[in-house]
């Protein structure tokens, strides 16, 4: 039986999924709009000038849930997508002893 120290792969070896990691950015970006959203529903006393970055609907409303959650899934999703597009690009720059 061979431990995980032996495998010959070697994870950074793989390239990123673009779509894996661009879910990924959608649903983190999403989760923090959203909890950024619930605050300034309940009044915590803070900005909320995250909120401003995807909506100009009033912070804590039903609408600037809606327009701004689907704004953060949509960046989330662009950003992760082009994070994962460009490690795969740069892989070029890993020393040899890895290739």
């Known amino acids: 039986m061979t431990g995980a ?8 070896r793989l390239p990123l999924s673009v779509g894996r ?8 970006l999403f989760v923090v709009y959203a909890a950024c ?4 529903a309940v009044g915590v006393p803070v900005t909320h000038a995250f909120i401003g970055l995807f ?3 009033a912070v804590g409303s039903l609408a600037a849930l809606c327009v701004g ?3 953060a ?9 082009v994070v994962a597009a460009i490690y795969n690009m740069v892989k070029f720059m890993e020393p040899p002893s890895a290739k």
């Open 21 to 28: 990691l661009s879910l990924t950015g959608a649903m983190s």
């Open 37 to 40: 959203w619930a605050g300034a």
């Open 69 to 71: 959650g689907a704004w």
């Open 55 to 57: 909506t100009s609907f």
């Open 73 to 81: 899934l949509l960046a989330g999703g662009f950003t992760g997508a």
């Open 5 to 12: 120290t032996d495998s010959p792969i070697v994870e950074s």
